[in-house]
């Protein structure tokens, strides 16, 4: 049991480029995220999926398109990348809707764009 | 307008000590719920506690105890008999019933003395 994997670890960018973060979870869980985490800031939500099908704007989605491949996956592309996305990216994912359930997330990808 | 807040970016505690982190909140939601993460600076979240707005009593998890004052909007995080490990950055997040969205304060960075 893996809980949420994301790929890659780390990944340098020229501006311009594009490149898709990919995360998975082997939890069964429904609902999945996104969320960027900044020096001083705490981690804003781009984009959430509460379950398989559909997709929505967080806080912070300019600059990002998401895709709920099926239920395990979901992923972040960035079409083409600006020195203000380096950053690092979490993906989450919670069983479902509920206000008691807790979000479980996996290592983070720390992005450079140069 | 922002929903949950961390007034303390930095605090220091001497091991074996007892340490509060605060967190406030703000929602008109009646259900809801709080969560503790943990970040050492290997980079990953880690949940530690969980409160219900409607749990009569205080949450604990082993050292970590969570001081919820439903009036106030305030889910203060407690550790006790602090540890070196116990150096890393706090994170208070909630949840409302309404919504499927995880809303994080800006963290604080705890550092345990010896």
């Known amino acids: 049991n893996a809980g949420v994997t994301q790929t890659p670890k780390f990944q340098v960018l020229k501006t311009g480029q594009s490149m898709t973060l990919q995360c998975a979870q082997d939890?069964?869980?429904?609902?999945m995220y996104w969320y960027r985490q900044d020096p001083g800031m705490g981690l804003r939500l781009i984009y959430y999926?509460?379950?398989?099908?559909?997709?929505d704007k967080g806080e912070v989605p300019n600059g990002y398109n998401v895709s709920r491949l099926n239920k395990r996956e979901f992923s972040l592309r960035l079409e083409s990348a600006a020195p203000s996305q380096t950053s690092v990216y979490f993906c989450?994912?919670?069983?479902?809707?509920?206000?008691?359930?807790?979000?479980?997330f996996g290592p983070g990808t720390r992005l450079t764009v140069t | 307008a922002q929903k949950i807040t961390q007034t303390q970016p930095g605090m220091f505690v001497q091991e074996k000590e007892a340490v509060t982190l605060d967190c406030t909140y703000d929602?008109?939601?009646?259900?809801?719920?709080l969560f503790w993460y943990k970040q050492p600076s290997s980079g990953e979240m880690i949940f530690l506690i969980y409160q219900g707005s409607y749990d009569q009593q205080n949450a604990t998890e082993g050292r970590y105890s969570l001081n919820f004052q439903k009036a106030r909007k305030s889910a203060n995080l407690v550790i006790s008999a602090s540890q070196l490990g116990d150096s890393a950055m706090y994170f208070c997040?909630?949840?409302?019933?309404?919504?499927?969205?995880?809303?994080f304060g800006t963290g604080t960075s705890l550092t345990v003395i010896p």
């Open positions: 929602t008109s939601d009646p259900s809801y719920g």
């Open positions: 999926s509460a379950s398989e099908g559909t997709t």
């Open positions: 989450a994912s919670s069983e479902d809707q509920r206000e008691d359930h807790e979000q479980y």
């Open positions: 997040a909630t949840r409302w019933n309404t919504g499927n969205q995880f809303y």
């Open positions: 939890m069964n869980h429904n609902s």
